[in-house]
């Protein structure tokens, strides 16, 4: 594999397979080094040369790690880093998801009751099997599971 280090020697890249020596040229041509390696493990280049480097971090969803060096301690290397409390961003990012999905499961449950509406027209009698089909779809939204629910079966006109 090939990795790209930038000029504090940070792996910024791993690229596993394709062209290796087009991506170390344009590495290069962004003023970052390009280093063949067989480590699986993270890595620093320091003066011309790999060491594995350790993670101090423990990983959490609500945190944002930017690396922003290494030190050696004990003749290990770890990163230097910063981290970010991303936890609202977490939070507004989840609502906005469940508001897309909310409203993509309700435009379908619209387009099933209006394919069924005319049976609420005056001069049509609606089946009870229907009546109980439309009333399940109207009262969806109110499901515990919402929007993750089932559509119920539409019973045969």
């Known amino acids: ?6 000029d504090k020697g940070i792996c910024q890249q791993i690229i596993a397979v394709g062209n290796f020596d087009l991506a170390r040229q344009q590495a290069e041509k962004e003023g970052n080094t390009a280093f063949e390696s067989d480590n699986d493990a993270h890595e620093v280049l320091v003066d011309g040369v790999l060491h594995e480097v350790k993670i101090p971090w423990i990983y959490d969803i609500n945190k944002e790690v930017t690396i ?3 030190e050696v301690i004990d003749n290990v290397y770890h990163y230097t880093y910063t981290e970010r409390d991303i936890t609202d961003e977490n939070k507004a990012r ?3 998801i469940l508001f897309l999905q909310e409203t993509d499961k309700r435009t379908q449950r619209n387009q099933l009751l209006a ?15 229907m009546k109980t089909y439309r009333q399940a779809l109207r009262d969806l ?3 515990k599971d919402w929007p993750n629910v089932d559509f119920p079966t539409k019973p045969e006109e």
Do not use: R, W
Not at 1 to 6: E, G, Q, R, T, V
Not at 115 to 125: G, Q
């Open 68 to 70: 922003t060096g290494h």
């Open 141 to 143: 939204p109110a499901h």
């Open 1 to 6: 594999m090939l990795k790209i280090f930038n």
């Open 94 to 96: 989840e609502a906005e």
């Open 115 to 129: 394919e069924t509406d005319f049976y609420s027209l005056s001069d049509v009698t609606m089946p009870d099997a």
